[in-house]
């Protein structure tokens, strides 16, 4: 069973920070790429970053320079620092990984349960 388990949400008001974790945890073989969605009601969700086994980076336009992915790999979290956040980044945030359980098994995508980010005076 693989669990992906995030932290670090909450209310903040415009210009400030927030970082959020994401731990997976369970029977892992290899975790390759991790990485942030977002989603408010009624959108789809979208990537707002990901970051490779390696440390390779993709950042979306509306949130670079004000958003830093990172991953600790011996502890299989991913990490995603926002600074200067704007009302729009208003939405719960979806961590994910790619990642096999054996050796012999499909790369398969697993999602967190998601965490709210409020930005508002």
């Known amino acids: 069973q693989v669990r992906l388990v995030e932290s670090g949400g909450g209310l903040v008001q415009p210009g400030g920070s927030l970082r959020l974790s994401c731990a997976a945890s369970g029977n892992i073989f290899s975790i390759y790429t991790m990485g942030w969605y977002r989603q408010t009601p009624g959108k789809q969700r979208e990537l707002v970053a990901s970051?490779?086994?390696?440390?390779?980076?993709n950042t979306v336009d509306s949130v670079k320079g004000r958003f830093t992915i990172s991953r600790d790999n011996p502890k299989n979290t991913v990490y995603l620092q926002m600074n200067s956040l704007k009302p729009e980044d208003t939405a719960a945030y979806y961590c994910?990984?790619?990642?096999?359980?054996?050796?012999?098994?499909?790369?398969?995508?697993?999602w967190g349960q998601g965490t709210q980010v409020t930005v508002s005076s």
């Open positions: 970051i490779t086994s390696g440390g390779s980076t």
């Open positions: 994910h990984a790619d990642l096999r359980l054996t050796s012999w098994s499909k790369e398969q995508r697993y």
